[in-house]
């Protein structure tokens, strides 16, 4: 089963001016359809052929023979995974029963969106910064490159991609400003909170 280079779950331009359609063209067009394409490469022909992107990633995880697979198969899933994460009028307080669950397991509100922005400009270098459900409680952890909390037995809820790609060209090199619009403007708590379940 081929890896699938999905369409993005809006327009280019839904997202400005936080990200620019000129982000999301090279984002999405170039970067996130060469890890589809690169990955499909890698997989051909080889036992994970047949396999869904999440088998995938939990078998190859920390194998130093498999980091191509590994690799853009990740990344495959996580950008999927971002996009749906952001919509254009989104952000602020979260909504709904993650809310609640935030507000028991951090603390409050701010406190979780400290840890995120913690977790997202503390992560050297390339990377993504995550909400997940680590057994039944909520947690901000960071991985690096293509790594995904799922190989940990975690399970992504959100995600803001860190890489400079994803933010270059509208903040250079504020990555911090970047993680502050994602949260106040961008994130889409409907589907964090479908993930839940
Ligand atoms: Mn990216």
Redesign the pocket.
Known sequence: MAITFPDLPYPKNALEPHISARTLEF?HGK?HKSYVDKGNDAIKGTEFENMSLEEIIKKTSGDSSKTAVFNNCAQAWN?DFYWKCMKGDGGGKATGKIAEKIDADFGSFDKFVEELKAAGTGQFGSGWAWLVLDGDKLKVVKTLNAENPMSQGMKPLLTA?V?E??YYLDYQNRRPDYLSAFLDKLVNWDFANQNLG
């Open positions: 984002h970067h950008h991609d890489w790609h994803a």
